[in-house]
C-alpha cells in the first residue's frame, strides 16, 4: 500500500517570503500522480498543482511550484511570494493509476498525507 | 458551472442511529468519491462510484454503505453510528474517476454523533 508521508505538521512564512513545505511517499509503481491540495478554514479542498510521475518537467502554477524527485521518491511544494491568502492546511496526495493508458483500478481515491499547516504573517 | 455541492452541511446524531449524506458532482462528472476526515486519522478514501456502481472501497466497516444514482448524485449511508464516525465527511466529483481527472471537493458534511 502507499503511503504519504508530510514530516511539518506547521510552518511559517512572512508575506511576500518563500516557503517549501515537504512530502514523501513510498510506492512500488512506477506511473502515478502527485498532488497538493489546499484546505482553508472553510474546509473547501482546492487543487493547488499535481504532477504525473512520468513527467520529468517539474509542475508550476504561478506562484506554486514542485520539486518532484522521484528516486527519493520526495515532492515539496514551493510557495513564493507569500500572501495572506495562502494560509491554509495543505496535503500532499498520491493516486494510483487508474484507467487510461496506464490501466489500473484504484479509481477514485487520493492517499493523503497528515497536512502541514501554514501560518502567514504580514 | 456550479461546483460539488454537499447536504446538509452539519448534522448531529446520537450513538446507534443512521444517517444518509447527499453529494451532488459537477455537471458533467459521473464520478464521485467520498472521503472522511478526522483529526486522529486524517483524510481516508471511503468508496468511489461510477455510472451507479461501486468500483473501489476503501478500509471501513460496512456499516458505511454508498450508492449512486442515474444523475449521478451519490447518498453515503452510515447506521448504528460511533461517536468515531464524528467526522467532516467530503465528496469529490470528475469526470470519469480516471487518474488523469482532477478531483474537485465539495464543502463537506459536519457529523457530529452524540
Known amino acids: 500500500a502507499q503511503t504519504v508521508t508530510q514530516s511539518q505538521p506547521e510552518m511559517s512564512v512572512q508575506e511576500a517570503e518563500t516557503v517549501t513545505l515537504s512530502c514523501t511517499y513510498d510506492?512500488?509503481?512506477?506511473?502515478?500522480?502527485l498532488f497538493w491540495y489546499k484546505q482553508p478554514p472553510s474546509r473547501q479542498m482546492i487543487l493547488v498543482i499535481r504532477?504525473?510521475?512520468?513527467?520529468?518537467q517539474n509542475a508550476t502554477e504561478n506562484r506554486f511550484s514542485v520539486n518532484f524527485q522521484k528516486a527519493a521518491k520526495s515532492f515539496s511544494l514551493k510557495i513564493s511570494d507569500s500572501q495572506l491568502g495562502d494560509a491554509a492546511m495543505y496535503f500532499c496526495?498520491?493516486?494510483?493509476?487508474?484507467?487510461?493508458?496506464?490501466?489500473?483500478?484504484?479509481?477514485?481515491?487520493?492517499?493523503f498525507g497528515q497536512g502541514t499547516i501554514l501560518t502567514v504573517h504580514p | 458551472k456550479a461546483g460539488v455541492t454537499q447536504t446538509p452541511r452539519y448534522l448531529i446524531k446520537t450513538r446507534g442511529q443512521q444517517v444518509t449524506l447527499s453529494c451532488s458532482p459537477i455537471?458533467?462528472?459521473?464520478?464521485v468519491s467520498w472521503y472522511q476526515q478526522t483529526p486522529g486519522q486524517g483524510l481516508q478514501f471511503l468508496f468511489e462510484?461510477?455510472?451507479?456502481?461501486?468500483?473501489n472501497k476503501g478500509n471501513f466497516p460496512g456499516r458505511f454503505s454508498g450508492r449512486q444514482f442515474s444523475n449521478s448524485r451519490s447518498e453515503m449511508n452510515v447506521s448504528t453510528l460511533e461517536l468515531g464516525d464524528s467526522a467532516l465527511y467530503l465528496c469529490?466529483?470528475?469526470?470519469?474517476?480516471?487518474?488523469?481527472?482532477?478531483?474537485?471537493f465539495g464543502p463537506g458534511t459536519r457529523l457530529t454523533v452524540l
Open positions: 504532477q504525473e510521475a512520468y513527467k520529468q
Open positions: 462510484y461510477f455510472s451507479e456502481t461501486q468500483r
Open positions: 496526495a498520491y493516486r494510483s493509476p487508474a484507467g487510461g493508458h496506464a490501466g489500473g483500478t484504484s479509481y477514485g481515491k487520493l492517499t
Open positions: 455537471s458533467g462528472h459521473r464520478s
Open positions: 510506492t512500488s509503481e512506477s506511473d502515478y500522480y
Open positions: 469529490a466529483s470528475s469526470l470519469f474517476g480516471k487518474s488523469t481527472d482532477t478531483q474537485y
